[in-house]
C-alpha cells in the first residue's frame, strides 16, 4: 500500500476534479492511503478537496520563486499541525 500519493503538478488536459477522483479510486480500492497535490492555487485545491480530502500539499519556495509569499493560503486552509517546508 502506498502512504501517501502525490500529484505533483495540475493536469493540462483534464479537470482536477476529474484526475482527483481517479485518485480517490485508488484509496476506495485500498491501494493508496492518502492523497497529495503540489503546485496547485487555493482554487484548485479547494476544488480538489470537494472531491476527496487533501492530506499534504507542496509548493515551490526558493531563490528563484517566491510566489507563495505574495498568494497566501485563505485562514480556513490553515489548521493545527500544518507546516510548511522549504525546498529546493
Same mark, same amino acid.
Given at each position: 500500500? /502506498? ?12 479537470? /482536477? ?12 480500492? *485500498? ?10 492555487? *487555493? ?10 480530502? /487533501? ?25 493545527? *499541525? ?7
Amino acid at each position: 500500500m /502506498i502512504d501517501l500519493y502525490y500529484l505533483h503538478r495540475p493536469p493540462q488536459t483534464a479537470e /482536477i476534479e476529474e484526475t482527483v477522483g481517479a485518485m480517490a479510486e485508488l484509496v476506495a480500492e *485500498g491501494k493508496v492511503r492518502y492523497l497529495g497535490l503540489s503546485e496547485v492555487t *487555493g482554487d484548485l485545491l479547494r476544488r480538489a478537496h470537494a472531491v476527496h480530502p /487533501i492530506t499534504a500539499v507542496q509548493s515551490e519556495y526558493s531563490l528563484w520563486t517566491r510566489d507563495v509569499e505574495t498568494t497566501p493560503w485563505p485562514r480556513r486552509w490553515r489548521w493545527p *499541525g500544518y507546516t510548511r517546508s522549504r525546498s529546493g
